[in-house]
């Protein structure tokens, strides 16, 4: 069965410097005849794909490949430029842990939110929300406004949330390791769990063994497109290929 699907998808993202172009530098630019529109750049380009349910797709490529950028288009954190993109069952994304709370609302009702928009029962993210809190170990928090959190405490919210709800589909860009030592060794045994059972899983590594040792697919992404997709093993030895 088919859960995820791209068509053709590209995506132009601002550069730099167009997030540095003030209202000031704008007006003064037209003022003096020489404004010019801030360049995009081509961050994904064309992309068709498709996973079927079950299976686990390591994604590799440089910095700046578009890695990141693909896993966030997958999970509607990014609209594509073109082309179109279907999801089919609940997705959690682990990518910008935490991004996604409100930071006035109570940790109990930022669970509650998170369960709600994939798909889950308000009265079941309650049941929920005891585990969720033991596993991220903020039980004494469980009033208090996500901005009282530090950022690793609220990374340890996200993580505790994305995977007590048992996805259809978990999306990683390489958070393995979240908090200090002990609570990271403590996700990654929740993350083995998860990859033993059926949850279709996309993870971005650069850890290449990994990725021939965990995952059947590979695909292999430079500058936005994708250059090779196949195995595991074959995707990795054409990418060293290419770049030794």
């Not at 700046?64 to 990014?78: D, E, Y």
């Not at 930071?103 to 308000?122: A, P, Q, R, T």
Request: one cysteine or more.
């Amino acid at each position: 069965m088919e859960v995820i699907r791209l068509d053709g998808v590209s995506l132009l993202r601002r550069t730099q410097e167009e997030f540095t172009y003030d209202l000031k530098k704008t007006v003064l630019s037209l003022v003096q005849g020489k404004y010019r529109k801030p360049a995009k750049k081509l961050v994904l380009d064309h992309i068709d794909l498709t996973v079927k349910q079950g299976e686990k797709i390591g994604i590799i490529g440089a910095n700046g490949a578009g890695k990141s950028t693909l896993l966030k288009v997958i999970c509607g954190i990014l609209e594509p430029t073109n082309g179109s993109v279907q999801v089919h069952g609940n997705i959690a994304p682990l990518i910008e842990l935490g991004a996604g709370f409100n930071s006035d609302m109570s940790l109990l009702n930022n669970i509650i939110l998170y369960g709600v928009l994939m798909g889950y029962s308000k009265a079941e993210m309650r049941e929920r929300t005891p585990s969720i809190l033991e596993f991220a170990e903020l039980e004494d928090y469980a009033h208090a406004p996500v901005k009282a959190l530090s950022s690793g405490m609220m990374a340890r919210l996200a993580f505790s949330v994305a995977t007590d709800v048992e996805p259809d589909i978990l999306v990683l860009d390489e958070v393995l390791s979240v908090g200090d030592a002990r609570f990271a060794k403590k996700s990654q045994q929740r993350i083995e769990q998860l990859w033993n059972h059926s949850s279709t899983i996309l993870f971005v590594s650069h850890g290449l063994n990994f990725i021939k040792d965990s995952c059947e697919k590979g695909i292999w992404l430079d500058r936005g497109r994708i250059m090779y997709s196949g195995s595991a093993e074959e995707t990795v030895e054409k990418y060293l290929q290419a770049v030794g």
